[in-house]
């Protein structure tokens, strides 16, 4: 399943399918970004990081992608889980030391 | 536990009112971040400090926000006359000075009345 986190803030994967979610961020000059992933009532948790001389990083079932051409930040979860099921987010730090947020998509895993 | 706490994770008042909210952060680290969240967004940058030293303010952060860091350890953010817009998750995270990871608390979740 894929999804572009500003137009389709919800994505629904069958367990065991791989997961694309998606994010467009706004400065050129941002440097370091970092995905999120945030359970009901909890705050975010750190998935994993990328600089931007970087155009791939892969961590534990998690992968991120940089297209710093369009902008683009993508994160594929492999063989998605019921307890992958959360609200990521994107950020991108922008001056000094001021992270912005995307808007977050909604991803359920149906078992 | 050794992670970032928040207190309290729950504040209902009436609006008018003051409220402070308690951060302490992951021992020995230096950077210590606030934001806001409200349903449906991504967190908001409120202010950061770096040790006791507020270094940087979203214009978010109005006249009737304050934050403090006065030892450097734990933090509070103060919000006079609270208005219904107050209304959010408030959340604190805390970083090392050597990378850019932010851990964060559960949040403080504020409605005003």
């Known amino acids: 399943g894929e999804s572009v986190g500003l137009h389709l803030p919800t994505l629904s994967v069958q367990e065991g399918d791989n997961s694309i979610i998606n994010c467009a961020y706004s400065?050129?000059?941002?440097?370091?970004f970092i995905w999120y992933k945030q359970e009901s009532g909890k705050g975010p948790q750190f998935i994993i990081d990328i600089r931007s001389n970087m155009d791939k990083r892969q961590g534990q079932r998690v992968t991120v992608l940089l297209n710093k051409t369009v902008k683009h930040l993508s994160l594929q979860i492999a063989a998605t889980q019921p307890g992958d099921s959360a609200v990521y987010f994107c950020a991108e730090k922008m001056t000094g030391n001021q992270f912005y947020f995307g808007t977050g998509t909604s991803l359920t895993v149906i078992p | 536990d050794t992670g970032v706490s928040q207190d309290p994770r729950h504040k209902i008042t009436k609006r008018g009112q003051n409220v402070t909210f308690r951060c302490d952060p992951i021992?020995?680290?230096?950077?210590l971040y606030w934001y806001r969240q409200t349903l449906g967004q991504g967190p908001e940058f409120l202010t950061y400090?770096?040790?006791?030293?507020?270094?940087?303010k979203s214009r978010l952060l109005s006249n009737r926000f304050s934050a403090e860091r006065p030892k450097g350890s734990f933090s509070t953010l103060e919000i006079q006359r609270t208005e219904q817009g107050d209304s959010a998750m408030y959340l604190c995270?805390?970083?090392?000075?050597?990378?850019?990871?932010?851990?964060f608390g559960p949040g403080t979740r504020l409605t005003v009345l």
């Open positions: 995270a805390s970083s090392p000075l050597a990378h850019n990871e932010q851990f």
């Open positions: 021992s020995e680290h230096n950077r």
């Open positions: 400065n050129s000059a941002s440097d370091y």
């Open positions: 400090f770096q040790n006791e030293a507020q270094l940087e």
